[in-house]
């Protein structure tokens, strides 16, 4: 067994009414974000208007990518690291379930990595090369995963 320190700080705001809290949560980190998201259900529900209230009332800047695929694609990865390179977006604000926060979590990193992070992260486990991500902030709308800790 290899010796390790396990140490990832996560901040949970639970139970009703937190949404509220959602513009001066990101305002802490980020004042441009990429609002990633999947196949527009939070539009439907009503969750994406207020998402998007609260983040204004903060001036935070928000480039959208939506269409997130359950067992999310690495062309999406590469989209929103695109995205988040271009605009000189600070953090990713992931709205749905599981495959959404874990999509998040691969964009924030190959905004920052220089390599192919499919290759050299998930085919050839180099894990020493990776040396930053951009923060990762999400709203879980299906717990079941526990993606989002």
Not at 24 to 39: M, R, S
Not at 40 to 45: A, C, E, R, T
Not at 49 to 69: C, R, T
Not at 104 to 125: N, S
Request: net charge positive.
């Amino acid at each position: 067994m290899k010796n390790f320190i396990y140490d990832i700080p996560t901040r949970v705001l639970f139970g009703n009414n937190q949404i509220p809290n959602v513009g001066l949560e990101v305002k802490k980190h980020a004042a441009k974000i990429l609002l990633l998201y999947g196949k527009n259900s939070i539009k439907k529900n009503g969750l994406y208007d207020e998402v998007i209230k609260y983040l204004n009332q903060e001036n935070i800047e928000i480039i959208e990518l939506s269409g997130v695929d359950p067992n999310p694609r690495i062309e999406t990865v590469r989209a929103g690291a695109d995205l988040c390179r271009k605009h000189n977006l600070e953090l990713v604000l992931a709205v749905g379930g599981g495959s959404t926060i874990d999509c998040a979590k691969a964009i924030a990193a190959q905004a920052k990595y220089h390599g192919d992070i499919w290759k050299d992260i998930y085919v050839e486990k180099k894990y020493t090369n990776l040396k930053e991500a951009l923060p990762v902030a999400s709203i879980l709308t299906l717990a079941a995963t526990g993606s989002e800790m």
